[in-house]
């Protein structure tokens, strides 16, 4: 009985992408041991000490639940089948500061991001004041969040992920680049030594370097960013620095985010809504002109048509022909005129 709510209340918290690709979730994956190959533990629940007893799939095999004898669980990752994912292939170029080559407007206008769930946690990079924002200053871009850090300081993984840049890189310096599962991207620039190579894994709080000032910087300190499909916002609507906690679990991203010189503004749930509804509206509207666009029909004259004969073939009163072409008149037809009959 213990076990079956502990199960259904796991899988609540877990993100709903998962859930969405089980095809037969719950199929028990070994008989009582854990793999040896799944070496990411993840998840808070560990306070258990009994031993493991069984181990379960939860979804697609990318996440295991493993239950311990004292009724206590914690997940583990499938990192085979993690590395198997869309995610870390699509556009998965070693070393490219920007592999994506997304028109912005071709993406969604709101984006709701998982950041955490129950299979993994946030490590803020520094709990500290931001010194320089994100957004532009002295007319120049800055896509980060600049981090005091002192050089030779451990440098830590955000979130889990893979790394996908491990390279000095223009004014980046020393840049770590790691891509998580829910597909966003964390920059860490500046460092003083990187410790982690193209491709491996890591989980939120693993040292992946040291603090420094290589690059285009004028003293120590850590470049932080995020970026989805190659674009940056502001990491500050996701993390508040000064609390070392992410704002919440769950992120809207606005498309509006990743413009340059967009920033983080604290919004009460009022605005949202308001700025929610106006974006709809838009959208609607957006899409009511092309399907009128889409819709425009001409026709074009030939000897010996008249404008209610058009008009009948059409399935159309002549007023309404009319109405579609406003300086047309109807006895001085022209053979090769476009009249409008939608
Ligand atoms: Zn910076």
Same mark, same amino acid.
């Given at each position: 009985m213990r076990k079956i709510r502990v199960l259904i209340l796991s899988l609540f918290l877990l993100p709903a992408a998962l859930l969405a690709q089980a095809p037969d979730s719950l199929s028990a994956a070994g008989a009582g041991e854990v793999?040896?190959? *799944?070496?990411?533990e993840a998840g808070t629940f560990r306070e258990g000490s009994g031993a493991p007893v069984d181990t379960l799939d939860i979804g697609d095999g990318r996440l295991l639940l493993v239950l311990r004898d004292d009724h206590t669980w914690y997940y583990i990752k499938n990192i085979e089948k993690l590395a198997a994912d869309s995610t870390f292939i699509k556009d998965w170029i070693p070393n490219s500061t920007n592999p994506y080559r997304v028109p912005l407007d071709s993406l969604p206008?709101?984006?709701?991001?998982?950041? !955490?769930?129950?299979a993994s946690v946030f490590v803020c990079p520094n709990q500290t004041k931001v010194f320089s924002? *994100?957004?532009?200053?002295?007319?120049?871009?800055? #896509?980060?969040?600049?981090?005091?850090?002192?050089t030779g300081t451990p440098v830590v993984a955000a979130f889990d992920g893979r790394v996908r840049v491990s390279d000095y890189s223009g004014g980046y310096g020393n840049l770590i680049v790691i891509r998580h599962e829910n597909g966003l991207e964390t920059y860490y620039g500046h460092l003083s030594k990187r410790e982690v190579?193209?491709?491996?894994?890591?989980?939120?709080?693993? #040292?992946?370097?040291?603090?420094? %000032?290589?690059?285009?910087?004028?003293?120590p300190h850590l470049h932080f960013e995020t970026r989805w499909q190659g674009f940056a916002f502001d990491p500050e609507w996701i993390v508040d620095f000064?609390?070392? #906690?992410?704002?919440?679990?769950? *992120?809207?991203?606005?498309? %509006?985010?990743?413009?340059?010189?967009?920033?983080? !503004?604290?919004e009460s749930l009022?605005?949202?809504?308001d700025l929610y509804a106006a974006e709809e509206k838009i959208l609607a509207e957006e899409k009511r002109l092309a399907a009128e666009r889409a819709a425009v029909r001409y026709y074009t004259v030939k000897s010996g048509d008249t404008l209610g004969a058009i008009a009948?073939? #059409?399935?159309?009163?002549?007023n309404a022909i009319l109405k579609l072409n406003p300086g047309v008149n109807a006895n001085k037809l022209r053979i090769g005129q476009k009249i409008r009959v939608n």
């Open positions: 793999p040896g190959d *799944f070496v990411t206008l709101r984006n709701t991001i998982c950041l !955490v769930d129950s924002r *994100f957004g532009y200053r002295h007319g120049r871009r800055h #896509q980060g969040a600049d981090l005091p850090y002192k190579e193209v491709g491996d894994w890591v989980r939120a709080g693993d #040292q992946i370097g040291l603090g420094g %000032s290589t690059g285009r910087s004028t003293g000064e609390k070392g #906690q992410l704002r919440s679990n769950v *992120f809207v991203l606005r498309r %509006s985010y990743l413009n340059a010189s967009s920033h983080y !503004v604290p009022d605005e949202e809504e009948k073939r #059409q399935g159309k009163s002549l």
